[in-house]
Protein backbone atom coordinates (compact mmCIF):
# COMPACT_ATOMS: atom_id res chain seq x y z
CA UNK A 1 0.00 0.00 0.00
CA UNK A 2 2.02 2.94 -1.20
CA UNK A 3 0.86 6.48 -0.14
CA UNK A 4 -0.88 5.16 2.86
CA UNK A 5 -0.98 4.90 6.43
CA UNK A 6 -2.74 3.07 8.20
CA UNK A 7 -5.38 3.99 11.31
CA UNK A 8 -3.01 2.58 13.91
CA UNK A 9 -0.02 3.84 12.54
CA UNK A 10 -1.58 7.42 13.24
CA UNK A 11 -3.05 6.65 16.35
CA UNK A 12 0.09 5.48 17.52
CA UNK A 13 1.42 9.04 16.86
CA UNK A 14 -0.93 10.80 18.86
CA UNK A 15 -0.41 12.04 22.21
CA UNK A 16 -1.59 10.60 25.12
CA UNK A 17 -3.67 13.30 25.82
CA UNK A 18 -4.94 13.48 21.92
CA UNK A 19 -5.62 9.70 22.25
CA UNK A 20 -7.75 10.01 25.45
CA UNK A 21 -10.08 12.98 23.63
CA UNK A 22 -10.16 10.60 20.81
CA UNK A 23 -11.76 8.26 22.66
CA UNK A 24 -14.18 10.19 24.60
CA UNK A 25 -15.43 11.60 21.41
CA UNK A 26 -16.23 8.34 19.89
CA UNK A 27 -17.97 6.91 23.06
CA UNK A 28 -19.98 9.84 23.56
CA UNK A 29 -21.02 9.82 19.15
CA UNK A 30 -21.73 5.67 20.02
CA UNK A 31 -23.90 7.63 22.77
CA UNK A 32 -25.63 10.07 20.56
CA UNK A 33 -25.97 7.33 17.37
CA UNK A 34 -27.79 4.37 20.10
CA UNK A 35 -30.07 7.55 21.33
CA UNK A 36 -31.32 8.42 17.46
CA UNK A 37 -31.53 4.42 16.90
CA UNK A 38 -34.10 4.07 19.54
CA UNK A 39 -35.50 7.32 19.10
CA UNK A 40 -35.92 6.53 15.12
CA UNK A 41 -37.59 2.82 16.29
CA UNK A 42 -39.63 4.05 18.70
CA UNK A 43 -41.18 6.63 16.28
CA UNK A 44 -40.65 9.96 18.61
CA UNK A 45 -39.52 13.46 17.83
CA UNK A 46 -36.41 14.65 19.56
CA UNK A 47 -39.00 17.03 21.44
CA UNK A 48 -41.46 14.26 23.12
CA UNK A 49 -37.78 12.03 23.91
CA UNK A 50 -36.64 14.97 25.89
CA UNK A 51 -40.33 15.16 27.59
CA UNK A 52 -40.19 11.52 28.77
CA UNK A 53 -36.75 11.37 29.97
CA UNK A 54 -37.39 14.49 32.31
CA UNK A 55 -40.53 12.30 33.49
CA UNK A 56 -38.93 9.54 34.14
CA UNK A 57 -35.26 10.82 35.42
CA UNK A 58 -36.37 10.81 39.31
CA UNK A 59 -37.48 7.22 39.06
CA UNK A 60 -33.85 6.19 38.09
CA UNK A 61 -32.57 8.60 40.37
CA UNK A 62 -33.92 6.29 43.24
Known sequence: MTGRTSFSTLRNRMSPEAQARAHAKS??????MALAEVR????????ELARLAIR???VCDR
Open 27 to 32: EALETE
Open 40 to 47: RAMQLSQE
Open 56 to 58: KAP
